[in-house]
């Protein structure tokens, strides 16, 4: 009805009038918000005091911390950006924004975010996926640069392979056996991930279905049935522990840090986590290599608002930012996988199966309903792990569901 | 109504909706709603139906309309259009043009039910899709007509069809294409004729000025599609949803679970009762990281620091009971950026007593209720929360007769109840348990007793968090209907089967043991939160209290009741009486060094490494005069220096209580 239309009347005011110029060039003290800074260190707190140390007095950055739980980060994110539409001189108005890249597109489309030129950025010298990440569905246009990355990576038991003269799977059939063969052997479980109800599970799915050939954007398709069905039978053959329906990266962890599986899919920060003898039984007995697949995308962009009136600041904060150098300080730091490619080729930076798996990454479908579309996924997929026989019934009614919240209802 | 839904009637659905009416100021609204309903009623009473006895409901920028199930569905169709039609020429002809009005109307009849959120039924919603279909919105757009009318497939061809009144020709068939709605429905246009739909727009132009609003209305949300999926996006056939309202709640972890999946409900409903099905907020429930941390944190207005350590600034705040409100409005009495709105109530909740069985046949074997003085055993309590905070409030005013924390003995009374605490299992063997009725109930092995004094009564009140810097009018709106989802029967059933009582004060079908059916008697206080946790926190700190005496026998005896202060956690250690006591106390991890004697002391000194309280007390005559080392040494310290001789007026047995509630207040005081 037309009262609905009132706010996209308002909405589209702030689409089509190109943002006012004060705005965009506006220069004045800005925040920043980022999440919780648990770098050691705190490593983005020291980046923003080198701003502010070469800044002039009236450019400074004030760096705000969002809530720990990512739901909370968003919604304060969200609230705050609502409270301030049409608003452009508010004190409150969190001018730079760390959103996480599978937000992006929804904040974009909710008007929240002002559309940068890929040219003053450069975001040519960046990887391609992470940049796709940040842009419109169909490419017109840019909402945010991108800032760090991650991707996942198989940690093993490199003690246990090295036994039977084998290393790490390149395949999933592969993977499979060793898994279902080698573990029991020795009292391992096979494989662990993150299989709770929440993003992780999209993620691995995501793997999954990618080394099957196919895509979760084509849920009906036999390719991407055989890769969800594959972890279903991972979990009706055992391979895969039952209690793994309920891990996330800290439990999948705690499985293989504890000496309890053969293999873990996780991110990079597993690693010094294994390497912690106070924590770790498997200090000095596992190695990473590449997903037997591609990795999902996992990072941060950083955007302007567009309740921003100090728009020039934002952008040039955001250039200092994302600038190769200081991606390699943050890289030597505070271990943030960089967002720039020319940094891959120095060595050292980043860890070459790391650096494998990013430039193979790929990114989740971006969608304005980012949201309601992955909890939808959550619930049916988490219901599908338990029952192998119903993966091609609920897959193809889930594609029609999809269908409809992709839609916003 | 009641919570049973009522069985599905076949009813006439009509829905009407002003065109373009949120383009107008806001005087002009008001007046079209009143016209609006004054032509509405009229017709239906033009052509013999009786208005008051249908279901309508405000939209805001329309109506939406039940008629009653014996009214033939001929009569609405061959009548009311003409009705209306006749109703609206009169209003419009007084009218200037901002304040006329022109409407879309949707007919369908089918299966409707009512349940206590409203009306529900696929004819109700397909009346909606087809009062959103572009041929409707396009037969007003493009012709003067004052209104246009849209039937479904099935009504037509069951009513109109049949029925020459109903002039079955004046309608003409059209392709509607809404969310699930695909196929043909049927269009009228009063005044004669189709519209024009297929004319050049050139032609009318000059009189158009109101259509081509409608049109460029209708045309934004296309664009806007077309601006933020990119151009490979077909244009929809509806406008795309804004996106949902974000609403944070922040609830007392007792109501954790039953607020969020009540909030979730509604989140889920206001997707599907919105005409164009589209999701209109998102809710985040939290509970911060305490209650008591979360009053601190909207006392101070949220600041940068509390999104980190509690979470998300609040929109709505659910806490246990209305003096954590209180607390903090009185702290934000000095700040302009936050504002709290109590609103009603959204359950209740008695603080009770939870006793094993056998514990119960013993203090409460009849009637199951309970004295206070009987509970020996309870279990600690946590204030930082709202439920901790009234069963600290409920012990306090049971031990001191009233709330009246200034008053000298407080800490010493406060500390014997706290001492009496224990951490071993609630309701096993002696030891009881204070809480709310719905915690001890679920808590395995309690039977519930009620306090015979009566018992404090956690009110759950809704309070509304308003920002005035950055008002959001969208946002205001989910925050009310929030509100009246809670106190709707829906939700107050599941409040009650979650183990709390409903506003009225009933309980649930299947109540714990010993939960009662009538409501327990209530003891009214009105405690002031802040102090309440500051006292009880102060009182169950562990301390460690040095004494220091002559040898003498008074000092022994003094010694002797301080050592009988300390709790099971506390210590009590000896000091020798010599000039360094005060940093011999602080070396030995003391909190409080007590000095008795009954002769003169040598000076103490007194620098000291870290904190002490030191609490001196003569024995002697004059022992705490000005510039006596007791007296210096007290005051250098924060404490006082106590005389316990026998004097006019005073025995020293109240002057020895007196000292020992001085020791007391340096060590659980405030």
């Known amino acids: 009805m037309i009262r609905v239309l009132v706010p996209l009347v308002v909405l589209l005011a702030a689409c089509t009038t190109p943002a006012q110029d004060d705005a965009r060039d506006g220069t004045g003290p800005i925040t920043f918000v980022d999440g919780r800074d648990t770098t050691a260190g705190g490593q983005v707190g020291k980046l923003v005091e080198r701003w502010n140390e070469q800044a002039s007095r009236r450019e400074q950055v004030a760096f705000v911390q969002m809530p720990t739980s990512t739901d909370a980060h968003r919604a304060q994110l969200t609230a705050r950006a609502q409270d301030l539409e049409g608003v452009r001189d508010s004190a409150e108005c969190y001018d730079v924004m760390a959103v996480d890249m599978v937000w992006t597109a929804a904040f974009a489309a909710a008007g929240h975010l002002e559309a940068l030129d890929p040219v003053e950025f450069d975001v040519d010298r960046m990887l391609p996926e992470a940049v796709k990440a940040a842009k419109s569905p169909d490419g017109g246009r840019l909402w945010a640069i991108p800032w760090r990355s991650d991707a996942g990576l198989l940690y093993y038991r490199k003690d246990v392979l090295d036994a039977v003269g084998e290393g790490p799977p390149t395949t999933w059939k592969e993977l499979r056996r060793q898994a279902s063969e080698i573990a029991p052997r020795h009292n391992l479980h096979g494989y662990v991930g993150q299989f709770r109800r929440y993003e992780g599970l999209i993620v691995n799915t995501a793997e999954a279905v990618w080394a099957h050939g196919g895509d979760l954007e084509r849920l009906d398709a036999p390719e991407t049935k055989a890769g969800v069905r594959a972890l279903a039978d991972g979990f009706a053959q055992g391979w895969i522990p039952r209690e793994a329906r309920d891990y996330d990266e800290p439990a999948s962890l705690d499985a293989f840090r504890s000496g309890r599986a053969l293999f873990m899919r996780n991110w990079p920060y597993a690693g010094p986590v294994l390497d912690d003898a106070q924590e770790s039984q498997v200090v000095g007995k596992w190695a990473r290599a590449v997903l037997p697949g591609a990795s999902a995308l996992g990072g941060w962009n950083l955007a302007v608002s567009r309740c921003s009136a100090s728009q020039k600041t934002a952008r040039e904060f955001i250039k200092f930012v994302t600038r190769d150098d200081n991606q390699r300080l943050m890289g030597e730091l505070a271990g943030f996988a960089p967002t720039s490619r020319a940094l891959y080729e120095e060595p050292e930076l980043v860890a070459p199966e790391l650096r494998e798996s990013l430039l193979n990454a790929r990114i989740r479908r971006p969608s304005p309903h980012y949201d309601e579309l992955t909890s939808l996924m959550q619930e049916i997929l988490h219901h599908v792990l338990e029952k192998p026989d119903s993966v091609d019934q609920s897959l193809d009614r889930l594609a029609d569901d999809l269908a409809r919240v992709a839609e916003g209802r | ?670």
């Open chain 2, 1 to 670: 109504m009641g919570t049973l839904p009522q069985h599905a009637l076949h009813r006439t659905v009509v829905v009407v909706d002003v065109s373009a009416f949120s383009q107008r100021h806001r005087t002009p609204q008001e007046e079209i709603r009143r016209g609006l309903y004054t032509a509405l009623e009229s017709a239906f009473e033009d052509c013999g139906l009786d208005w008051s006895a249908t279901h309508h409901e405000d939209r805001g920028d329309g109506v939406f309309v039940l008629v009653p199930p014996d009214v033939p569905k001929s009569r609405v169709v061959s009548g009311l259009p003409h009705a209306l039609l006749g109703e609206l020429r009169r209003y419009n002809a007084t009218r200037n043009e901002d304040a006329r009005i022109r409407l879309r109307m949707a007919i369908t009849a089918g299966e409707v039910q009512h349940d206590e959120h409203g009306v529900v039924g696929d004819d109700v919603t397909l009346a909606f899709r087809l009062l959103d279909a572009k041929p409707l919105r396009d037969a007003l757009a493009h012709s003067t007509a004052l209104f246009a009318l849209i039937v479904s497939q099935r009504f037509f061809e069951d009513v109109i069809r049949p029925d020459p009144a109903a002039d079955p020709d004046s309608f003409r068939r059209v392709d509607v294409d809404v969310k699930e709605v695909h196929g043909h429905a049927w269009l009228h246009v009063p005044n004669g004729g189709a519209p024009v739909l297929n004319r050049r727009p050139t032609r009318h132009r000059k009189k158009r000025a109101k259509p081509r609003r409608a049109l460029a209305l209708l045309m934004l949300p296309l664009l806007f599609v077309g601006i933020t999926n990119g151009a490979g996006a077909a244009p929809p056939a509806v406008p795309p949803c804004p996106p949902p309202v974000q609403l944070n709640v922040l609830v007392s972890a007792e109501k954790e679970e039953v607020v969020r999946s009540l909030a979730l409900e509604l989140e889920d409903d206001s997707g599907r009762h919105n005409p164009l099905g589209c999701k209109e907020f998102n809710a985040l429930v939290f509970t911060g990281k305490s209650a008591k941390a979360a009053a601190e944190a909207l006392g101070r207005g949220w600041q940068p620091s509390d999104l980190t350590e509690v979470g998300a600034e609040p929109h709505v705040w659910l806490p246990d009971t209305t003096a954590e409100v209180r607390a903090v409005k009185t702290a934000l009495l000095e700040r302009t950026d936050v504002r709290l709105h109590l609103r009603q109530g959204v359950a209740l909740s008695p603080v009770v007593l939870g006793a094993s069985e056998e514990l119960a046949a013993q203090i409460a074997p009849q009637d199951g209720e309970v004295e206070w003085r009987d509970v020996t055993r309870p279990a600690a309590v946590d204030t930082s929360s709202g439920v901790g905070l009234a069963a600290a409030t409920a012990l306090v005013h049971a031990e001191l007769g009233g709330l009246d924390l200034s008053r000298r003995d407080v800490a010493r009374k406060l500390h014997d109840i706290t001492r009496s605490t224990t951490t071993d299992e609630p309701c096993v063997g002696g030891v009881s348990l204070i809480g709310s009725e719905k915690a001890v109930a679920d808590t395995e092995g309690c039977r519930v007793l009620y306090p015979r004094a009566g018992a404090l009564v956690l009110d759950h009140p809704f309070v509304e968090v308003e920002r005035p810097d950055r008002p959001n009018q969208r946002r205001l709106r989910i925050v009310h209907r929030f509100l009246e989802h809670l106190v709707s029967a829906r939700a107050q059933e599941q409040f009650r089967r979650a183990g709390f009582r409903d506003v009225a004060g009933n309980i649930g079908a299947r109540p714990g043991p010993g939960v009662r059916l009538d409501q327990p008697r209530r003891l009214s206080v009105e405690p002031d939160a802040r102090a309440v946790r500051e006292a009880w926190e102060a009182a169950s700190r562990r301390r460690v209290i040095g004494v220091a005496r002559d040898g003498s026998p008074a000092a022994n005896v003094f010694a002797n009741l301080v050592w009988g202060l300390a709790g099971p956690r506390d210590q009590v250690i000896d000091l020798p009486l010599t000039e360094g006591v005060a940093e011999a106390g602080v070396e030995q991890g003391a909190n409080v060094v007590v000095l008795v004697s009954a002769a003169q002391v040598p000076p103490i000194a007194k620098a000291v490494s870290g904190p002490v309280r030191v609490v001196a007390v003569g024995i002697t005559e004059g022992a705490c005069a000005a510039s006596t080392p007791l007296y210096e040494a007290a005051q250098a310290h924060g404490g006082q220096c106590h005389e316990i001789v026998a004097r006019n007026g005073s025995g020293p047995t109240q002057r020895q209580e007196d000292a020992l509630d001085a020791v007391a207040r340096a060590a659980w005081g405030g």
